[in-house]
């Protein structure tokens, strides 16, 4: 099959409308406010508009006055002033506008011309990659990816925002938390203990919940996992470390009375917790030694197809970067600075499960931040932290375990202990008292 490109269609771009901005800016001197946070002077096709543009953009950044003078001296200034027709081309842009009011419609065709020409670079530059053939296809995919997404992100974050805005929304966050005092002001996470620190899991935050091998952290997270998309927030899995029927397993015994070994080995089947769990938006993917580049394309198809709200990652130290990095703390680094990325680009929140190092020890003692594992880049990206611990002693069989927590990083509140029960069993956590005072 031979790929044929036409070359006989124009470049997107719309004159008339460049000329109406340009004249529009020229006779009233206050319409640059309304359009300075949506037009870049690479927005304009047009050479010659480029300059005109740069030059009263120029002058605002100076808080000089725009007008036709202003302008025709700033372009004599730059030596530009015959490149772009002289004088009389600015009298003659004047003359084609009789007023300003429609400056923001004309500037929204010129931004949405540049915005097509931009997706065509953004084709060329794909197209170029496919051409090279590169052996390796999840990090050319997600390149590929990150041009569209990245022009995406840009189209949807063009305007600035000014402050009496944000307190704006902010009065009405508040507002509302006064309407449903009760109610957490992010994504509940099921178990009032994290919640009393938290407020909820807030949307572009990376949580890292770090343990020693056999505390709960996978059977917590799953947990987490279970409670968020019970109250409908749609969930992304990906388990590195046990396979889909696991998981289904774990979330049958958390969500019925049979234990995990009797739904494990299909001595029970548990035909209601199984239809209670059929209608949750959650989906798993349990690719072993997943890449940090297959992780995001995977995160942003599921996040085009779906609402997507949480992702979880279990674990952290199993993923690797597809790359040669020097050593394995900078391997981690960079896979927890493109989870933390990931998170703000989806809009999401990425908990991530991380293992401890052998210096946390098993002495029942609360783990420091420094003792998560190759922690130089989890310590620094995440916005939470919680750690889990237990006691030395044994506890008697059939006995639920008391597992002890901590909020040991929180970047927008406070930090502090939280006691949570775990059935192993049914690999299930729950709260340890009814009452809802500070978690002890």
Request: hydrophobic fraction near 40%.
């Amino acid at each position: 099959m031979t790929l044929q490109t036409r070359t006989d269609r124009q470049v997107p771009f719309d004159e008339p409308a460049e000329q109406q901005v340009l004249g529009a800016l020229l006779i009233d001197r206050d319409a640059i406010f309304k359009i300075a946070d949506v037009l870049a002077t690479d927005d304009f096709y047009v050479a010659r508009h480029q300059r005109i543009y740069g030059a009263i953009y120029e002058l605002l950044q100076r808080r000089e006055r725009i007008d036709t003078l202003t302008v025709q001296v700033e372009l004599a200034r730059r030596e530009e002033l015959d490149r772009v027709g002289g004088a009389a081309y600015l009298a003659d842009l004047v003359a084609r506008v009789a007023t300003a009011m429609e400056i923001e419609r004309h500037a929204h065709v010129v931004r949405d011309k540049a915005i097509l020409r931009r997706l065509l670079g953004a084709a060329t530059q794909i197209a170029a990659d496919a051409y090279s053939e590169p052996t390796d296809m999840p990090i050319t995919l997600d390149k590929a990816e990150q041009r569209l997404f990245a022009l995406r992100d840009d189209t949807a974050n063009t305007q600035l925002r000014h402050i009496q805005t944000a307190l704006q929304d902010n009065f009405q966050h508040l507002s509302d938390r006064m309407d449903r005092p009760y109610e957490v002001s992010g994504i509940p996470s099921g178990f009032r203990e994290l919640d009393f620190y938290t407020e909820g899991f807030t949307q572009g935050d990376l949580v890292v919940l770090g343990a020693r091998p056999s505390v709960g952290k996978t059977s917590l997270a799953l947990a987490l996992a279970f409670n968020i998309a019970k109250h409908g927030h749609p969930t992304l899995i990906f388990s590195l470390e046990m396979d889909t029927k696991q998981i289904v397993s774990r979330f049958l015994a958390m969500n019925s009375r049979s234990d995990l070994l009797a739904l494990r080995t299909g001595n029970v089947f548990d035909t209601e917790a199984a239809s209670s769990l059929a209608g949750l938006p959650i989906l798993i993917d349990d690719t072993p030694g997943i890449s940090i580049m297959e992780l995001r394309t995977k995160a942003r198809r599921a996040s085009t197809n779906d609402r997507l709200e949480v992702i979880v990652v279990d674990y952290i130290q199993l993923m690797r970067t597809g790359e040669d990095e020097e050593n394995r703390v900078q391997e981690i680094s960079t896979i927890t600075r493109n989870l933390k990325s990931l998170a703000r680009e989806l809009n999401v929140v990425v908990i991530g499960l991380s293992q401890l190092s052998r210096a946390a020890g098993d002495s029942g003692l609360e783990p420091k931040l420094s003792t998560l594992r190759e922690s130089g880049g989890l310590e620094q990206d995440s916005d939470i932290v919680l750690m889990l611990w237990r006691d030395k002693e044994d506890t008697p069989p059939g006995a639920p375990r008391l597992i002890h927590g901590s909020v040991a990083k929180n970047r927008n509140g406070p930090t502090g202990p939280f006691s949570l029960l775990f059935a192993s069993e049914q690999a299930r956590f729950f709260s340890k008292a009814p009452d809802t005072d500070m978690p002890v």
